[in-house]
């Protein structure tokens, strides 16, 4: 195993840089740290939603092995030249999605981020994997990011776009419809 944190705190980024994984400095407000920073972001929201009791089994296991796949995304965006996702972690994520989706009704209308504690908390998920997409897209806009990571981030929030279909049946609360000719009182 590499080195251990036995030191928390190095005071090396009081002045707004942090070190990449391949030892250069940037700093702390750069777009590959923003990149990699909304990756743990929604890995965090995925251990938040991992929280709830009733997310059944299978999911659990799904969401435990894409939060792995995060950590690896995440040291790609940190180490400049890495490579840790690949297609076939991509095309794991279609069959996935493709399996969850088989049952679910097509959508006619908008879903709201609703549909009871499990379902709203992987709607949340879902929202920051699209903000680590857009921040990785702006990354690669002017660094050298592998389509494949862009690609996983993609395909991650249509994933949990489903996952939150599936717990708010689940949950027996359904998906929350969004009213576009709501009339006000």
Not at 9 to 28: A, H, M, N, W
Not at 42 to 52: E, K, T
Not at 96 to 103: A, F, K, V
Request: include cysteine; charged fraction near 25%; charge should be negative.
């Amino acid at each position: 195993m590499g080195n251990r944190l036995s030191k928390i705190y190095t005071r090396t980024g009081d002045d707004g840089s942090t070190g990449l994984g391949d030892g250069t400095r940037v700093g702390k407000d750069s777009a590959r740290v923003t990149a990699y920073g909304t990756v743990d972001e929604a890995n965090s929201a995925i251990g938040v939603l991992l929280a709830v009791p009733s997310v059944a089994d299978d999911i659990r296991a799904l969401l435990t092995t894409v939060q792995h796949q995060l950590f690896d995304l995440g040291g790609e965006l940190c180490i400049p030249g890495h490579a840790a996702i690949t297609g076939d972690d991509v095309e794991a994520l279609e069959r996935q999605l493709d399996h969850y989706n088989d049952d679910l009704p097509p959508l006619k209308d908008f879903i709201l981020p609703a549909g009871g504690e499990a379902a709203s908390r992987c709607h949340l998920a879902r929202t920051i994997v699209r903000r680590a997409e857009r921040e990785t897209v702006t990354l690669a806009r002017h660094d050298a990011v592998r389509p494949e990571a862009i690609r996983y981030l993609n395909r991650l929030s249509d994933l949990l776009f489903v996952l939150a279909r599936v717990l708010a049946r689940a949950d027996g609360q359904g998906e929350v419809l969004w009213k576009h000719e709501r009339r006000h009182a």
